[in-house]
């Protein structure tokens, strides 16, 4: 969905892993390492974007509301 200028990039696939439906997953891809953006208590998130200070945005589904809410990661 993104990439900066560090080549650095974010995205999201479908997984089925664990359970009988499909979800997104966010991920951010940097310098050949996959990071997942795993929200705690979310059931689907999807990265959208990222900036040069690797900063990546996106949306998330509460499991508890099934809201939807903006995010803003960081890989550790």
Do not use: K
Not at 16 to 28: Q, W
Not at 49 to 63: E, K, L
């Amino acid at each position: 969905m993104g990439i900066n200028a560090n080549d650095e990039s974010a995205g999201y696939y479908y997984s089925s892993a664990g359970n009988d439906t499909e979800v997104e997953c966010g991920f951010e891809w940097s310098r050949g390492l996959q990071l997942d953006v795993l929200i705690y208590g979310s059931v689907a998130n999807a990265a959208e974007g990222i900036n040069d200070f690797a900063q990546v945005v996106g949306v998330y589904t509460d499991s508890t509301t099934q809201y939807s809410h903006g995010l803003l990661w960081t890989h550790p």
